[in-house]
């Protein structure tokens, strides 16, 4: 019977060492190719945003053909609505931004993904598409702060119990999102629904894809 060599042990065991870590790593790039990574430049400071295409593919691929072809290169949140100023039930607490909000979309609506088929609800820090009817959502998107249920699927936020399409979470600059979401000056508003709400001087960003 003989005994193995530690100096042959040692650099097998750091050649397994050096393998596991490799094999960590490509599974850490592959993970993070799937759930990409955008940065929202605004005035006040970085946000920084995970989106879920596994989840909810079709706004994630809305989302970055927005900031692909540029129209998010002039981008303005521009809504803040908070318990104070919400004329909605049950009330919210959401900034909301995109192209603009009287401009029409550059591209054309999707088809609607809720929350009930992508698990992704409207917790702190959730961004999801904002809409009219069911599969009118194009360029405008909101950030919730706080958890927001009545806008989930069967919430009673829009009469037909469709909820929001969320698809993705901020990751970093949460501050950024709240300080926006405190702005109180505001500007009159032609519908009373939104009195209170429109920002007196919008938030300028751009987006881009880390």
């Known amino acids: 019977m003989f005994s193995i060599s530690s100096r042959v042990i040692l650099p097998v065991l750091a050649m397994l060492a050096l393998n596991g870590c490799a094999q960590e790593s490509e599974q850490a790039n592959i993970q993070a190719a799937a759930q990409p990574r955008v940065t929202l430049v605004t005035d006040r400071g970085d946000i920084t945003l995970e989106l879920y295409p596994e989840k909810a593919p079709v706004s994630v691929a809305n989302f970055l053909a927005y900031i692909d072809q540029g129209h998010y290169a002039q981008g303005e949140i521009y809504r803040v609505v908070r318990f104070d100023n919400d004329q909605g039930n049950p009330k919210i607490n959401v900034i909301q931004g995109g192209v603009?909000?009287?401009?029409d979309a550059p591209l054309p609506p999707i088809a609607h993904e809720t929350t009930d088929a992508t698990g992704i609800l409207h917790t702190d820090g959730v961004i999801s598409m904002a809409r009219l009817e069911p599969g009118t959502a194009a360029s405008e998107f909101f950030i919730s702060i706080g958890d927001n249920p009545g806008l989930d699927y069967g919430g009673q936020r829009n009469p037909d119990g469709q909820g929001f399409a969320a698809f993705g979470r901020v990751i970093?600059?949460?501050?950024?999102?709240?300080?926006?979401?405190?702005?109180?000056?505001?500007?009159p508003a032609e519908d009373a629904y939104f009195e209170g709400q429109i920002l007196a001087e919008p938030v300028k960003f751009s987006a881009r894809i880390n």
Do not use: K, P, T, W
């Open 100 to 103: 603009n909000f009287d401009v």
């Open 172 to 187: 970093s600059g949460m501050e950024v999102v709240q300080e926006i979401h405190q702005l109180r000056e505001s500007a």
